[in-house]
Structure formats: C-alpha cells, structure tokens
C-alpha cells in the first residue's frame, strides 16, 4: 500500500529542495511529484512559486530520516505521520470566485439529468440557494439564457463520489417513497450502462487532460534548460 503524501507536497518539496541534499528523485517519489516539478523548483523554472513547508515541524518527517536518506540516495523516505484529512462537517461548501459562474451551468446539468435529486441535496452538493436552483428549473433566472448544462464534476464544482452519493441516496429515497415509477425490466440495465459510459468518458478526458498538462510541462522544462545551456556555450 502506498504511503500517503504530505498535507502540501509542492511546499514540502520546495523546502526539501532549499533544505537538504537529498535527490529529486527522493523528494519526488515522497511528495507524489513528477521528478521533472522537483527539478523545476531547484532550478527556478517553476510557473508558481511556493513558500518552503517545514516537514520537520509538522511530523512528517524527522531530521534522521532525511539524514538517512541524504546518506542513501536510494533510499526512500517514510512518512514519520500522516497528515490530518481537513474536512467541512458544518455550513455552506465554499467555492472559489472563478468557479462560482460555473454554478448555473452545474445545476442545469443535474435538473436535467437527475431530477430525482432534491432542491436541499443540489444545494448541498453545489453550494447554492433554492431559489437560485428553482430560477433555472423555471427558466426565469437573469441569465437563463447563457446556461448551459455541462457536468459539476467537470466543472470542479464537486468530486464523483460525491455526485454519485447523492444520486444513489436520491434514487432510494425515490424508491422507498414509491414516487419513481415501475421501471420496464432492462431500464435498470440501460441507465447503469449510460452512467458507466459517461463515467469512462470523463475519466479518459482527465486522463488525456492531466498527460497533456504533463508533456507540456516537460517539453516547458527541457526547452528552458536548453537555452540556458546555449547561453552558457555562448558565454564560453
């Protein structure tokens, strides 16, 4: 089993790679990096600058532990203790400002394909008003012309899990109220098939997304240290 990562792996790689001598490849594999992100920090071609994260001090790691891995560069740094999972049990899901006009699309979304969930459920799961969840069902909201239904997930605006948990809670509150009508014999089947089917798109688009992000990132690097490789020959 995997070993789990800490609360902030780019900060904690960040003050790895300004603290201690250890390989990038040690620093990578215990902050769940890509080895070429370490190697951006180190040589300052990093498109966000994060502020050093002391693992010392959080417990995550101990100063024996880095010793001892500064004297093995093969060895591979174990989590002293797990961060703490951070969770929100009360109030409002916060979202960020660049996301909230995503909102309305999010809950066109879900209205449309899953209207057995309820008004308190999308406002839950979305972070939004009733009111605002009734405007576009009525088609009477300000921009109700410029909404668009597309995937909250997609959106960023919740995870899977999330969305699947409410779409099986509201599916067998449906089912114990008897509001859902008697399904024919294979409508179960085709709906599981359209939901694994729309699942696997999603998925093989982030997958392409997250590869894409990742070949660009180190076509980015490897250009960067070629030129500063040719100002030095240049130099000479």
């Not at 902030?8 to 250890?22: F, G, R």
């Not at 309820?118 to 799961?125: C, H």
């Not at 729309?198 to 990132?217: C, G, H, I, S, T």
Request: proline share 6%; glycine share 6%; hydrophobic share 40%.
């Amino acid at each position: 089993m995997a070993q789990p990562t800490p609360l902030m792996p780019h900060a904690t790689a960040t003050w790895l790679v300004d603290n201690t001598s250890l390989s990038f490849t040690q620093i990578a594999d215990f902050c769940g990096l890509h080895i070429l992100e370490v190697q951006a920090m180190a040589d300052d071609l990093a498109g966000s600058k994060y502020t050093g994260r002391d693992p010392i001090h959080s417990g995550e790691l101990t100063q024996e532990e880095i010793e001892r891995g500064q004297a093995d560069p093969s060895y591979a740094l174990k989590m002293q203790r797990a961060p703490v999972e951070v969770t929100r049990t009360k109030g409002p899901r916060y979202t960020p400002v660049s996301k909230r006009q995503d909102k309305p699309d999010g809950i066109a979304w879900i209205l449309r394909n899953h209207p057995e969930i309820s008004d308190a459920q999308i406002s839950k799961l979305i972070g939004t008003t009733r009111n605002t969840i009734a405007a576009i069902r009525e088609r009477s909201h300000w921009n109700i012309q410029n909404i668009q239904a597309k995937d909250p997930v997609t959106l960023g605006l919740c995870s899977q899990r999330e969305l699947d948990a409410v779409v099986a809670k509201a599916a067998k509150k449906a089912g114990a109220d008897g509001e859902a009508p008697v399904p024919a014999a294979d409508s179960g089947t085709d709906r599981e098939k359209l939901i694994a089917e729309l699942r696997a798109e999603r998925e093989a688009n982030e997958k392409a997304a997250a590869e894409a992000a990742q070949e660009a990132e180190a076509a980015a690097w490897l250009e960067a240290r070629r030129a500063a490789e040719n100002e030095g020959d240049e130099q000479l």
